[in-house]
């Protein structure tokens, strides 16, 4: 079943004789509960294919289509809804919040859900569900820390405890083990292969070779 699909995307960046075009023409069919991997060398456009789909960038033609509904027609708020209930993102510098414990950088994920739900989640069950994500992580030591006292490893399992507890369809990944060593790559590539398996879309990008099995279709990018 169909997920998301690009349609006759172009992209450009600049103006006038500075004007570069990033993605030209692009078509895509993302279909339900696969793992794809997006390569390609720097600058062909990954991240921007990433934001084109959870609504970041907005200066591009051609049509996005989440389940299908355009959604490159909508408006910020439209896009915001969807971000927050349809999609989690993982950042290979894990993106979190240094000023807000563990806990809390996950607790914030499900309150911005639950701001659009029409049945909301009560205070005392957004902190019961967020610690009970981060025990699965093997992050039970550390809900109380800073992100700041974490390894790269524990980072990106907030990050991915983010995409559990919000319960997405869909995880887009730009490089989420570009700063992990090989060890650690492979856990955290196991971890997002079990979400995999639970039925989740992942979009991931990256540029490691030795990871490329983890995927059901490859996306080169020239
Ligand atoms: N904000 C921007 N302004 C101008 N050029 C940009 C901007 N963002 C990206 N680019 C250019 O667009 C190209 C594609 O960027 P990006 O999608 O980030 O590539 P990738 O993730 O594959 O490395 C690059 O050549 C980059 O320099
Ligand atoms: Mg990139």
């Keep these: ?13 600049g103006k006038d ?11 895509y069919t993302f279909e339900k509960g696969k ?11 990954k991240t921007t294919i990433l934001n084109i789909i959870n609504g970041l960038d907005e200066e591009y033609t051609g049509t996005c289509y989440i389940n299908n509904e355009n959604v490159t027609n909508k408006n910020e708020k439209g896009k ?4 927050a209930l349809d999609m989690g993102y993982i950042h290979q510098e894990y993106l979190l919040l240094e000023d807000l414990s563990v806990l809390e950088n996950v607790k914030i994920r499900l309150k911005c859900k639950n701001k659009y739900l029409k049945e909301k989640i009560t205070s005392k069950s ?3 569900k967020s610690i009970k994500v981060l025990e699965s992580l093997g992050l039970k030591d550390h809900i109380n820390k800073s992100p700041k006292e974490l390894s790269g490893g524990q980072k990106q399992r907030v990050a991915i405890g983010r995409c559990l507890v919000s319960d997405v369809e869909i995880i887009l990944a730009d490089e989420p083990t570009g700063a992990l060593d090989s060890k650690i790559t492979i856990e955290i590539m196991d971890l ?7 039925g989740k879309t992942i979009i991931m990008v990256t540029h490691d070779i030795s990871i490329l099995d983890y ?8």
Excluded: H, P
């Design 126 to 128: 957004i902190k019961e």
């Design 215 to 222: 995927a059901d279709e490859i996306i080169n990018l020239i």
């Design 80 to 83: 915001a809804k969807i971000r």
């Design 17 to 27: 004789k500075n004007t570069v075009t990033v993605l030209d023409k692009f078509n």
């Design 192 to 198: 997002l292969k079990g979400l995999n398996k639970e």
């Design 35 to 45: 793992f794809y991997m997006i390569r390609g060398a720097s600058g062909s456009g």
């Design 1 to 13: 079943m169909e997920c998301i699909r690009l349609e006759e995307i172009t992209k450009k960046y």
